[in-house]
């Protein structure tokens, strides 16, 4: 991946990550906003055939490799 979203709403959150192929991604972490708009786009994601989208809980750490 080359790059990654800082900003964006929850449209250009979806715009940005159809970008990316689908068999590639092996976790999202959506960090973005308030708790329950955070949830809701993790669901979205889900409803969208994303898989392993997490919404971490604060203080949480994730090995990235």
């Not at 449209?11 to 329950?36: A, C, Q, W, Y």
């Not at 949830?39 to 919404?55: I, K, M």
Request: aromatic share 10%; net charge neutral; glycine share 6%.
């Amino acid at each position: 991946m080359d790059h990654f979203s800082a900003h964006a709403d929850r449209k250009g959150l979806m715009e940005f990550i159809s970008t990316l192929p689908m068999d590639r991604l092996k976790k999202i972490f959506v960090v973005h906003g308030e708790e329950n708009q955070s949830l809701a786009f993790q669901q979205r994601l889900l409803d969208r055939g994303y898989r392993d989208v997490v919404v971490p809980d604060p203080g949480i750490t994730y090995p990235l490799k």
